[in-house]
């Protein structure tokens, strides 16, 4: 391969692959990042604590289905 | 972390069961040999520890496998799951001596007198606890574990 067709093949290369160009992002991410991390946690909806409760209740109410639930679980 | 997701549903789905296993042993072991209670306890463990883990890492493989098409979230599938352990449970617990049915109650381990309204009750019951378990701990496993 001669000096001619290295140079060949070097342009074709650079026009197949041409430059990634502007590769920052637009804004910075930085701020939004932190306030994800500072973000709570979703809170427990009010529905979730009334099926727990209600468990609750049941377990007291009827004892015996506990031996019950431990054979399901 | 994006290998193997289905085997790491599996491991998700297997840890609560597979955690509440040495607290059903150490109850058979108080009421057995410390209590002398005569209940076929050892015939009722077959089910929660030879068929339950393996029911939830199955479980949890098909949510991982659905829930793309069906959009449902992992909280309400855990809650069908009842649907499929209670006829299975029931079976096996007919088959193994720990359950005879009778015409109004259900006899749990030759003492419990259950009624079969109380049954249904407690399986809307389940319905909810597996719901609010598989939402907040297998939820919160598949999600430490990358696969939600």
Redesign the interface.
Known sequence: MNAHEEDRIKQLFKQAMPPAGDTEPERDLWPAMLRRLDARPAPVPWF?WA??G??AL?AVV?P??I??????? | MNTHPYLRAFLAGILV?TL?LPL?LT?FIVLRLWLQISAPIER?LV??MAL?PGLWGLWNMFWIGSHVRTHLSVGPHGAIL?LL??PL?TLA?THLG?LELGSAHAI??GS?Y?PYG?IA??WA??M??Y??VW??VVGFLNRTLGIA
């Open positions: 979730d099926l727990a209600g468990l049941f009827f015996a289905s031996p019950v639930f431990l054979y399901y679980l | 069961p509440v059903m109850g009722a089910f929660p339950v009842p352990m209670l449970g617990a720990v749990w381990f419990l259950i109380l009750l407690g019951a389940a909810a606890a719901y609010l939402k907040y």
